[in-house]
């Protein structure tokens, strides 16, 4: 199942999942943290974690989340798709208001 769901997201995604997971692996190392540990304090199983640090893309969100909270990392998440940091998003919205007209002002011949 994992492979078919793989399979199925563009090849940026599978890599950016990928590499997630090597730095959750990291980050679990330098805190020596082994897999059970980690998997317990985060109320998962040593599988689910294995799927995490593997870049497997079937693990739940507020899976990986839990994961990241318990190694202090989750203020790191906070940031992606912020809107306020969305520049490509914004100028779309600008560009879709309304543009103003202003009344051009009558000449006065004193």
């Known amino acids: 199942m994992a492979q078919i ?8 995604v599978q890599q950016s999942v990928r590499q997630l997971g090597e730095h959750i692996r990291t980050a679990r190392l ?22 995490i640090e593997n870049g497997e893309p079937g693990v739940a969100v507020g899976t990986l989340l839990a994961v990241l909270w318990k190694l202090g990392l989750l203020d790191t998440v906070r940031a992606v798709a912020d809107p306020d940091t969305d520049e ?19 000449d006065n011949d004193f």
């Open 30 to 51: 330098r805190r020596q943290l082994s897999t059970e540990e980690l998997a317990q304090a985060c109320g998962i199983g040593r599988r689910t974690l294995y799927r």
């Open 88 to 106: 490509h998003g914004k100028i779309l919205e600008a560009a879709r208001r309304p543009q103003r007209v202003r009344a051009s002002v009558p």
């Open 5 to 12: 769901i793989a399979k199925s997201l563009p090849v940026e």
